[in-house]
């Protein structure tokens, strides 16, 4: 009886994944969870790894506090190479963060806090005025190692294809 209980039990937690199911973003956690997402035009992008595409890896933060004239105090990437084209955002700080505060995001070459986006090796797209966005620091943890934050932006490729990411977040730790 017991062992009949234990294998209906089992059967029943064993459920296969829905192929048809609508990916979701993570929640918006502060805990150091190795998160990231966002809406991309509407369509969810989260980091997914395909390593016939890409050998790195599809979740990177970097952080540091050091400040030179040279330096980038803060780096994340999430990329999706499982999608055809692959697509990427990326975050740049050439500026020590702060916990609560927000940053305006624009063109790298103008902005010491910027964001791009990649679809494929050849587009990217940039955020250039009078596009704009913004990046917010929820919680910056440096004994702990963990940064998480919430963000937007609108960008153009070189070809005038505009890109909207909306809803973006990440919980990671560097």
Not at 8 to 34: F, H, M
Not at 118 to 127: E, H, I
């Amino acid at each position: 009886m017991l062992i009949c209980l234990s294998c209906i039990l089992l059967s029943a937690s064993c459920k296969k994944k829905d192929p048809t199911a609508v990916a979701s973003l993570p929640e918006a956690t502060q805990i150091g969870a190795n998160t990231f997402g966002a809406l991309a035009n509407g369509s969810v992008l989260l980091p997914r790894h395909d390593p016939l595409r890409f050998k790195g890896a599809d979740l990177l933060a970097y952080y540091s506090p050091v400040s030179t004239p040279t330096t980038v105090n803060f780096n994340i990437y999430g990329d999706d190479t499982a999608s055809d084209p692959f697509r990427m955002v990326q975050l740049i700080s050439k500026i020590p963060l702060q916990e609560g505060q927000t940053y305006p995001l624009q063109a790298s070459t103008t902005n010491l806090v910027s964001a791009n986006y990649y679809l494929d090796v050849s587009d990217t797209f940039n955020v250039t005025p009078p596009l704009n966005g913004q990046l917010t620091i929820t919680k910056l943890d440096q004994t702990n190692r963990i940064i998480s934050g919430t963000f937007y932006f609108d960008a153009i490729s070189a070809t005038g294809e505009k890109v909207s990411i909306t809803d973006g977040r990440f919980d990671v730790k560097f």
